[in-house]
């Protein structure tokens, strides 16, 4: 009878067990998990490296993050922006250097020039050649000041503003600028925006996400049908919600961020995804990258990666150890403890290509290490980057 | 004894009599319990003085807090732009008399769409808000929203729109009452009649009245009432034809849903017109300036206010004010609490404050939960009438 009293008198042979258990548990819990990412659809990361304070990181505070195609890796923080130099070390520009405001939150390039936009909360910048050029609301057509997204696309640099829209065009300098009285926007709050090769697509706060069609000057809206902030009524019927807090755009597949969820749309089906019902980690999902049609995700939560149907999710432990979770359609999840996490759950910025991923995060900057080198040449029937 | 020790002992004592309950900020404090505190304080204060002669180095200096800083925003088109600063500087006074030192600082220019949000920012950066008190105004409390989603500095706002707790975000707040709530629990305080009563709204033009009208129209419905389309009041009509399309929809019930002025004015002439009906305006209009421009009407007002809020005295009651005093309170107390790590993390909140309006809990997308009390304007004073569940 299993009492609790004759529960205690354990049989010699399963002391031993335990003894064997007890002697190769640290060696085991040592190592670096064994990695089979070859199924994936994505790369896995095997381990994270942090960066602070220590490394010239003059806040915490991490907000965007952006690697130039010549190599070099940029940050937006609340106190400037950051480029790391050859000796690892991040070097700092801020107002004193011509930007024009400290609170850096969006990074992009221009392909063509290699010109670095730069959205602040005062004001747009463009970095080349080693200086500053500001757009503001006074001294441009800069829709507002709190310019919370840009993008570039062709000859032209597009803007999200917390009161309209706006587009640069850089062969004559001129701006146009959309908002409530002159575009199918519902309300004039953008909150993100991503070009879209004859296409733009602003994420509006309050009024889901508009498609521009620059070319013939037509407006699209996409809408959470049901008009529910807090719950998605129907699934898969179109956006998850009209708040949008970021986008992006990526190979034909728009991703949609909000605080109730994650969306995807392909041009013809919206998915949608909730963390109930799904391996998302976090309905309040706040920043996605999009790489070969894989999503990058990050929430308050961590980071949930997923092509749709392949999640992996990394979190952050309550005694600060990474967790990599899994999860295959109709398997169970695998779960690993890592030896390294992410500098902070909560993630705001993303960066990602075949050589590695970084996050920007509330506290400080992390590099996930791929497992394999290279994961995308050994990944059979993965498309080609756009 | 020295003056330096009455003057402590006369701190604790008002620190002990000033504790953050649920009472009205304009009460007087009571002497009684003060003058018993002082008695008993004195003696604690004479045995720790006692306990502590001579018993080696000194204690060390206690360490200076920094001041919490607050940041409001007022853009000049705020209505209660006045309520609102005045109960937060009565919390920041009151919370200095306990000994929690708060800066109010307090921006709001004129400008283009948006200007808000270039406002909301330059607390949050230049003047290093550690928290942010948003306006009454739907289109300004947004903008201060989506800076709050990006910089994570907790927010409180005094817009009654059912859209300002739309996004979620866990560091965000709304201490005021709902309209769709308001006009619920306003509905439901009628006399009951055979069929569902006929309810007309007036709401002002533009984006304000969009959201009002949605929120009203909800509540109309949720309470089995019929309301059509609300009536928008642009800028050029004047209150009699106001009143007259009003008339025409012979309601029981006209839900003003717009500025005191206007709404004092619609009182008005409806009263003149011997309208038979009953007019109901926002808790936002619960205030000394509303109540002076009805006063002499024969009119009979309802509104719907926290439960906790005594409207039954004299002076006329400010919502407005009350409000926004219990908001710098709760910020302080959250700010408190976090100390030196993020304050964000201290949300959502999962336990109860004390406060003027009655006991501050929120619901997981930070709208407070809250019992109505449907109050009625009459013979010159609010009275209550009724309170409902939430």
């Known amino acids: ?386 | 004894m020295p003056a330096r020790f009455f003057s402590l002992v006369d701190l604790m004592c008002r620190a002990a009599t000033n504790r953050f309950t649920a009472r009205s900020p304009t009460a007087t404090r009571p002497r009684r319990r003060a003058a018993s505190c002082r008695r008993g304080c004195i003696s604690l204060l004479g045995l720790l003085l006692v306990a502590c002669a001579g018993a080696g180095d000194p204690p060390p200096a206690p360490q200076p807090q920094p001041a919490l800083r607050i940041g409001l925003l007022l853009p000049p088109t705020e209505a209660d732009a006045d309520s609102i600063t005045q109960g937060a500087e009565l919390a920041v006074r009151e919370l200095a008399s306990r000994g929690t030192k708060v800066e109010l600082i307090v921006r709001g220019r004129p400008g283009q769409w948006g200007t808000e949000g270039d406002e909301a920012a330059v607390l949050v950066h230049e003047d290093r808000a550690d928290a942010v008190l948003a306006p009454a105004l739907g289109a300004s409390a947004h903008q201060v929203l989506q800076v709050a989603g990006r910089t994570r500095v907790p927010v409180v706002s005094l817009c009654p729109d059912s859209s300002v707790t739309g996004p979620g975000i866990p560091w965000t707040l709304r201490i005021v009452p709902r309209s769709d709530e308001q006009a619920r629990a306003i509905i439901a305080a009628l006399p009951p009649s055979g069929s569902p009563p006929r309810v007309a709204a007036v709401v002002p033009p533009e984006r304000a009245g969009r959201e009002a009208a949605r929120d009203l129209m909800a509540a109309a419905a949720a309470a089995g009432a019929e309301l059509d389309a609300p009536i928008v009041w642009d800028a050029a009509e004047m209150v009699d034809s106001v009143a007259a399309r009003v008339r025409a929809l012979e309601p029981a019930l006209t839900l003003l849903w717009v500025d005191g002025a206007r709404a004092a004015a619609t009182v008005k002439a409806l009263t003149r017109a011997r309208h038979p009906g009953r007019v109901a305006v926002h808790g936002g209009l619960v205030t000394p300036e509303f109540s002076a421009a009805v006063q002499g009407s024969s009119a009979e007002i309802l509104a719907a206010v926290p439960a906790g809020f005594g409207v039954d005295r004299e002076p006329a009651p400010n919502l407005t004010s009350a409000l926004s005093a219990d908001a710098v309170r709760l910020l302080a107390e959250v700010l408190s609490r976090a100390g030196s790590s993020p304050s964000f993390l201290q949300f959502p909140l999962t336990n109860s404050f004390a406060g003027v309006t009655g006991p501050l809990r929120f619901d997981r997308y930070g709208n407070r939960v809250l019992e109505l009390a449907v109050i009625r304007w009459r013979a010159g004073r609010w009275q209550t009438v009724t309170a409902s569940a939430p």
């Open chain 1, 1 to 386: 009878m299993n009492t609790p009293k004759n529960r205690n008198r354990r049989p010699e042979w399963l002391a031993g067990i335990f003894l064997t258990v007890a002697l190769a548990a640290p060696a085991a819990l040592q190592a670096e998990p064994v990695v089979k990412d070859g199924d994936l659809p994505m790369p896995l990361i095997e381990r994270f490296e942090n960066f602070g304070a220590k490394d010239g990181i003059p806040t915490h505070k991490v907000h965007a993050v952006y690697k130039t195609r010549d190599g070099h890796l940029w940050i937006g923080t609340w106190d400037g922006l950051c480029v790391r130099e050859a000796d690892g070390k991040f070097k700092r520009y801020g107002p004193e250097d011509g930007l024009s405001h400290k609170m850096v939150l969006c990074i992009t390039e221009d392909p063509t020039t290699g010109d670095l936009w730069v959205a602040t909360m005062r004001g747009l910048n463009k970095f080349s050649g080693g200086k500053f050029t500001q757009y503001t609301q006074t001294n441009s057509g800069l829709p507002n000041n709190v310019v919370y997204g840009c993008d570039v696309l062709d000859d032209m640099v597009v803007v999200a503003t917390a009161a309209g829209a706006g587009i640069l065009n850089l062969k004559t300098g001129q701006w146009r600028i959309f908002d409530h009285t002159n575009s199918l926007m519902h309300e004039p709050w953008c909150y993100a925006v991503k070009g879209a090769k004859d296409l733009i697509y602003w994420g509006i706060w309050g009024a889901g996400v508009l498609e521009y069609d620059f070319k013939k000057n037509t407006w699209k809206e996409y809408r959470d049908p049901d008009r529910d902030f807090h719950y998605d009524l129907v699934p898969d019927d179109g956006l998850i919600n009209d708040i949008t807090s970021w986008l992006s755009w990526e190979d034909g597949i728009l991703w949609q961020n909000t605080y109730f969820g994650f969306t995807r749309y392909d041009g013809k089906k919206f998915k949608t995804w909730v963390q109930d019902q799904s391996p998302l980690l976090s309905n309040f999902t706040q920043i996605v990258w999009p790489h070969r049609r894989v999503a990058w995700i990050g929430m308050d939560k961590g980071v949930s990666v997923t092509d749709g149907e392949v999640w992996v999710n990394y979190e952050v432990g309550t005694d600060g150890e990474g967790i990599r979770t899994i999860h295959r359609p109709g398997a169970q999840p695998e779960k690993t403890v890592m030896n390294t996490a992410l500098a902070n759950r909560f993630v705001l910025g993303i960066y990602v290509d075949d050589e590695e991923a970084w996050f920007a995060t509330s506290d400080g900057l992390s590099r996930g290490v791929y497992a394999n080198p290279n994961p995308y040449k050994r990944l059979p029937g993965i498309a080609a980057a756009p």
